[in-house]
């Protein structure tokens, strides 16, 4: 069992930025691949960036040039840098560890923007 745990949101002003971690543990991270996900308020949970295993990444044409997902093997742990944030960006964001049919989630952390 693979337990996520999310940190780092809060509130910023627009244009500002803010970094989101995701601590893993209780499986092989290294294999694992990350994502982080985001829920507005009364929204969907929509896909925002994820990292393979290899470190391959892939982003929301909404985040595309500010938003930046890094993982950290040796520290079992991913990361969100979002700079030239938007009031568009508030959300909670959730962390995501995928392996085959295995998936899990973390609690989410709440980022808002201000405009």
């Known amino acids: 069992q693979v337990q996520l745990v999310e940190s780092g949101g809060g509130l910023v002003q627009a244009g500002g930025s803010l970094r989101i971690s995701c601590a893993a543990s209780?499986?092989?991270?290294?294999?694992?691949?990350m994502g982080w996900y985001r829920q507005p308020p009364g929204k969907q949970r929509e896909l925002v960036a994820a990292?393979?295993?290899?470190?391959?990444?892939n982003y929301a044409d909404s985040v595309k040039g500010r938003f930046t997902i890094s993982r950290d093997n040796s520290k079992n742990t991913v990361y969100l840098q979002m700079n030239s944030l938007k009031p568009e960006d508030t959300a909670v964001y959730y962390c995501?560890?995928?392996?085959?049919?295995?998936?899990?989630w973390g609690q989410g952390t709440q980022v808002t923007v201000s405009s």
């Open positions: 995501s560890a995928k392996w085959t049919s295995l998936n899990y």
């Open positions: 209780g499986g092989m991270f290294s294999i694992f691949a």
């Open positions: 990292i393979t295993s290899g470190g391959s990444t």
